[in-house]
């Protein structure tokens, strides 16, 4: 079906009577789906253009500002003695942590904090969605009720006028205190989303280095905000390895403290032990130190008391003793290393305010307007295209109808219609004209092979132009010296005789025969049989039509205004009758289906077809064959 569609999109046959071969899609194929689609695939382009532009206009310019910093790596000596995959695994480890705690929640508040974001009016979102819109309004919503019922809540409490201190301003102030809680908490967390939002953290390559941009509307603000940013991180660092060590130091003090606790005591303890040289000094029998306490122990064997010796209580005291300068050095060593803490990371590159905007970028969304509306205004008009099952061109004629095409025929009019009745003789130059020209000489060619004196017209539906063509016809045929009659054999419409008969028969007419029925149409040339005839002489039939072309034999031309398909099968039953029918069509109006089941009732009833007439023919190939034929004549 694509083929053939694209095919009869672009097939159309010459004058000269050629014909393509190919049934494949050409260039030629290509050329005629734009020049038919030209003003939809024109359209849409345009269209994203003006929303381009709408954009554009509306949009606020953003600045980005960008820092860098630079993160030195720290590996242990043993992972440094490994394989370079594992240190390159590992760094870039650490670097994605390090990207992890730039991204974090506690450098964007440290750094709302220090330049007061939360009270800055202007920090609003950059580029806020539509759906960050709805969630606002549905936010504002939500207050407003909140609000709302707090005030009615207050009102109902004010004629009461309760004392301060009571209850029920108790409870008063405190659903106020809450209200405001929870909107500071969400002027808080709106103001942490929108910084996370516009900020971007990303590393170069598999460098060390990182890059910190931050978009706003304001330059100086976003540079603030992007050095902040590098600064709250390195401040980070350093706070978080001073807070380690303050929390080590704390508890070497304490260690230290009891160490020396235990260790004053077993030296008193050996010291006594020495001055009464018994295992009863200053303490019970058997006592023991555990963790610095004096223990009392059991007696032995025949009431003797138990205890260390002094060679175990020298031991424990000296234990003691080198645990306690063991731990006293670590302290002095802590305390030395806390004025040089040094921050893994460093500014290399400072944040400067912008000078042009980074967003929009006007030309770009230009062009991606542009081109996103080709595309669609292209894929519409395809899909249209594949979808239509209209008639468009002679060669879906032939293909779908086993028919020729004999004529295209242009609105004779900017708005779109065929023209008038008599066209070709108002305006013998008009394309119109010219095309109808053509179609009589194509008509005059088939005449050669086979007398064609009764011509039937017909179409699918009403309005393709019917009798527009039937009047012009015969007025041509007319002007040509042939005395010619047209019939309207359209009883259900009656467009020619509504429009070219004014009077109704005399009174010294005979009405009952068919010539005294018969009206001169003045301007035109040619006679008019009305369509009230019609119907009392049944000429839709093939026996009253024979009958009634013997008795007009004065005439060389007769047109027969038949009726449109639509007007029921029975109505084209007296096209036997005529030595051939000229079947009128609508370009790109006319359905395919409908055209094919009249060709088909005309096989039926063994009506010998002349062609097919397009009419409202709004392709450019109309313009060619003009060109070509004004060539031909130079």
Not at 266 to 291: N, W
Not at 395 to 415: K, N, T, V
Request: charge should be negative.
């Amino acid at each position: 079906m694509l083929e053939r569609q694209w095919s009869a999109a672009a097939n159309q046959r010459n004058l000269h009577g050629r014909e393509r071969d190919s049934d494949f899609i050409e260039i030629a194929d290509i050329t005629s789906f734009i020049r038919q689609r030209i003003i939809l695939i024109i359209t849409f382009p345009l269209l994203g253009l003006v929303g381009a532009s709408f954009y554009i206009a509306t949009t606020d310019p953003v600045f980005t500002a960008r820092t860098q910093i630079l993160i030195e790596p720290k590996i242990p000596e043993l992972l440094q003695q490994q394989s370079g995959e594992i240190n390159l695994s590992l760094d870039t480890s650490q670097v994605e942590t390090q990207l992890a705690v730039i991204r974090s929640e506690k450098i964007a508040s440290m750094v709302i904090d220090e330049l007061g974001l939360a009270e800055n009016a202007t920090f609003v979102p950059s580029s806020p969605s539509i759906v960050e819109r709805f969630e606002r309004l549905w936010e504002m919503t939500v207050d407003a009720l909140s609000l709302n019922e707090i005030s009615q809540h207050q009102t109902m409490l004010t004629p009461a006028s309760p004392a301060p201190g009571t209850a029920e301003t108790a409870d008063v102030s405190a659903e106020l205190d809450i209200t405001a809680q929870l909107s500071e908490f969400k002027r808080r967390r709106r103001v942490v989303e929108t910084f996370a939002k516009d900020l971007s953290v990303y590393r170069l390559g598999v460098s060390y280095a990182v890059d910190i941009t931050f978009n706003s509307l304001d330059p100086e603000l976003a540079a603030n905000v992007a050095n902040a940013t590098a600064g709250a991180f390195v401040r980070e660092q350093l706070e978080t390895r001073a807070a380690a060590a303050r929390e080590g130091t704390a508890w070497l003090e304490k260690r230290i403290e009891k160490v020396r606790a235990q260790m004053n005591l077993a030296t008193q303890m050996t010291q006594e032990f020495r001055t009464k040289h018994d295992y009863s000094v200053g303490r019970p029998l058997g006592a023991t130190i555990v963790d610095g306490q004096v223990v009392a122990s059991g007696e032995g064997e025949g009431g003797a008391p138990t205890g260390p010796t002094l060679e175990e209580l020298e031991v424990t005291a000296d234990s003691y003793r080198k645990m306690y300068e063991s731990l006293l050095a670590a302290f002095t060593s802590s305390v030395n290393q806390q004025p040089y803490l040094i921050a893994d990371a460093r500014v290399i590159t400072p944040a400067t305010p912008p000078l042009a905007a980074s967003h929009p970028r006007e030309k770009l969304v230009l062009v991606l307007g542009g081109v996103a509306g080709l595309m669609a205004g292209v894929g519409l008009a395809f899909a249209r295209h594949t979808l239509d099952r209209t008639i468009r061109t002679p060669r879906q004629i032939r293909d779908e109808l086993g028919l020729d095409c004999i004529g295209e025929l242009p609105p004779a009019r900017f708005s779109g219609g065929l023209g008038q009745l008599d066209d070709v003789l108002r305006r013998p130059q008009s394309r119109f004209s010219q095309s109808l020209r053509r179609t009589q000489s194509a008509i005059s060619l088939a005449n050669v092979a086979h007398p064609l004196r009764c011509i039937g017209i017909t179409s699918v539906a009403p309005g393709d132009g019917k009798s527009t063509v039937t009047s012009n016809l015969a007025a041509l045929y007319a002007v040509s010296g042939m005395r010619t009659l047209v019939i309207d054999a359209d009883v259900l419409h009656s467009a020619l005789t509504k429009r070219l008969v004014h009077s109704r028969a005399s009174a010294g007419e005979n009405v009952d025969s068919i010539k005294g029925q018969i009206r001169s149409v003045p301007g035109l040339q040619f006679d008019l049989l009305p369509s009230p005839v019609s119907d009392p002489h049944r000429l839709i039939t093939p026996k009253h039509m024979d009958a009634m072309i013997d008795e007009l034999d004065s005439y060389e031309v007769i047109i027969v205004d038949l009726p449109p398909f639509t007007s029921g099968v029975h109505a084209l039953t007296a096209s036997s009758a005529l030595d051939g029918v000229l079947v009128v069509v609508e370009w790109g109006k006319t359905p395919v289906d409908l055209a094919v089941e009249l060709s088909r009732i005309l096989q039926v009833t063994k009506t010998s077809v002349i062609g097919v007439v397009m009419t409202k023919v709004r392709s450019l190939s109309t313009r060619q064959y003009s060109r070509r034929d004004t060539e031909a004549a130079h």
